[in-house]
Antibody, heavy 117, light 107 residues
């Protein structure tokens, strides 16, 4: 079965950096686009970023453009999100999701990022 | 950016009743709308995609309808495990956007 396991969350001061990872198994990772979606505490879902199956196309929400970078390593079945210039409003649970034409078929359990001094 | 507005914000019903949740888009999104269910402490789960197609393993009591700007998720007879938050999501345009959610609570 599909498994997506995120890691890398933690507490970081404003202006700091953090890199999240998502290891995929149970499907052919290199055939699927992947996304990051976040959820601030007690709030709704916000799409963050997308990467095409081969890494050739990347999309970002305006709220993170220029600060976050999505990447993937198909040889390691791993999706990453490099986050820099972090702000308090970036505090959220970050989910990775398997993307089928921008439909989120499967989700990881999420990793919590807290931006606080 | 396409804005999705869900109504009502909260819906209070009893098990066995019929639930009707609405999602309205700020411009036409054809049928490119999905519905997700999220329970406390869990990741969202895909229920419906492209307005009316049930995802794998989703019970038949869940159905979706609509096109253009107005969409509906219907749960024909509520089971105890259906009480959760429901989100709609559009994939017609970048950026992908979600509605703010409808909380379905036990009356």
């Amino acid at each position: 079965q599909v498994q997506l396991v995120e890691s890398g969350g933690g507490v970081v001061p404003p202006g700091g950096s953090l890199t999240l990872s998502c290891v995929a198994s149970g499907f052919s990772f290199s055939n699927y686009g992947m996304d990051w979606v976040r959820q601030a505490p007690g709030k709704g879902l916000e799409w963050v970023s997308f990467v095409r199956y081969d890494g050739s196309n990347k999309q970002y929400a305006d709220s993170v453009k220029g600060r976050f970078t999505i990447s993937r390593d198909n040889s390691k079945n791993t999706l990453s999100l490099q986050m820099s210039s972090l702000r308090a409003e970036d505090t959220a649970v970050y989910y990775c999701a398997q993307d089928r034409s921008n439909i989120f078929d499967n989700w990881g359990q999420g990793t919590l990022v807290t931006v606080s001094s | 950016e396409i804005v999705l507005t869900q109504s009502p914000a909260t819906l209070s019903l009893s098990p066995g009743e019929r639930a009707t949740l609405s999602c309205r888009a700020s411009q036409s999104i054809s049928s490119y709308l999905a519905w997700y269910q999220q329970k406390p402490g869990q990741a969202p789960r895909l229920l419906i995609y492209d307005a009316s197609n049930r995802a794998t393993g989703i019970p038949a009591r869940f159905s979706g309808s609509g096109s253009g700007t107005d969409f509906t998720l219907t749960i024909s007879s509520l089971e105890p495990e259906d009480f959760a938050v429901y989100y709609c999501q559009q994939r017609n345009n970048w950026p992908i956007t979600f509605g703010q959610g409808t909380r379905l609570e036990i009356k």
